[in-house]
């Protein structure tokens, strides 16, 4: 039986391809973290909307333009295992990889390059500055009173809402020529990107870094391990691994494979698991 390739891979960030949460990390930076990481959760588990907390948290923080620009390394620091070359693997299998994220844009997108995304297909949320902040009228050369510039306001969008990743995903696809023919998968930790799933062929939760009770147990497709590796099975298919023998991302397959004999995916659906399963039998020797 044939497991399908998903052309078009949706990551979200904060979570997914790194282990903070960007905005805790800044609340941390304030001295505010407990109050911050209890709106954080109550919106990334689905008790409260997205947007009752995105403007109320980075209120509460009110971070300097420096702040938020110290992201981009703790981001890069704290990258999740295998992150990096499971994005490599799929772009070298032609495959489209993109981030979506509620997370700040200028940490984000410069965290995304870092792994290897495309700048154009990187979304997050862009804010702004009061620039009158600290000693404006003086210009110095090494750009420190720009960094002192603090958060004023964000532009609430699609990202900020909890149900709103959907109609982002369907707006990158637009720019895709032959879409209709190709499958797409989304990846992610938090009740957004669950609700997100519905914009993609296959929704796959992440629970290796912040499992969600209530996203495991609606996602298809779940992913219990801290390595991103058994993502290449489900978004590349088993029969991949093929075209990346005596190639540097081979290892990533067989690595992905381990953890898949370790339990490292599950399923919702019993059809969808059999499918999957059987396709592995059908491409490797002994149980998997």
Not at 109 to 124: H, K, M
Request: aromatic share 8%; glycine share 8%; net charge neutral.
């Amino acid at each position: 039986m044939r497991w399908p390739s998903y052309k078009h891979v949706f990551f979200d960030c904060d979570s997914t391809l790194t282990t903070i949460e960007g905005i805790d990390a800044l609340a941390a930076s304030a001295g505010k973290s407990w109050r911050i990481k209890v709106l954080t959760d109550a919106a990334m588990n689905g008790d409260l909307d997205l947007e009752e907390v995105y403007g109320k948290r980075l209120r509460a923080i009110k971070p300097t333009r420096g702040q938020i620009n110290a992201l981009r390394q703790q981001y890069k620091n704290n990258d999740v295992e295998d992150a990096a070359t499971v994005i490599a693997t799929l772009q070298s299998l032609g495959h489209q990889v993109y981030i979506i994220s509620g997370g700040l844009l200028e940490p984000v997108r410069e965290f995304g390059i870092y792994l290897g995304v495309p700048a154009q297909n990187i979304r997050a949320v862009h804010v702004s500055y009061n620039e009158l902040a600290g000693d404006w009228w003086i210009q110095p050369e090494d750009g420190q009173n720009q960094s002192e510039a603090r958060y004023m306001s964000y532009n609430p969008d699609a990202l900020t809402i909890s149900d709103g990743k959907a109609q982002i995903v369907r707006e990158l696809l637009d720019q895709q020529r032959g879409r209709a023919r190709e499958r797409t998968l989304l990846i992610g930790d938090g009740h957004s990107d669950l609700l997100a799933g519905r914009a993609v062929d296959l929704f796959v939760g992440f629970g290796g870094v912040a499992p969600r009770q209530r996203v495991q147990r609606a996602a298809p497709a779940y992913i219990h391990s801290h390595s991103l590796a058994p993502l290449l099975l489900l978004a590349a298919g088993p029969a991949a691994i093929h075209r990346t023998v005596q190639t540097e991302h081979n290892a990533a397959f067989t690595k992905a494979l381990q953890l898949l004999s370790t339990g490292a995916i599950t399923f919702q659906d019993e059809q969808l698991s059999q499918k999957f399963h059987k396709a592995c039998e059908t491409v490797y020797t002994g149980p998997h």
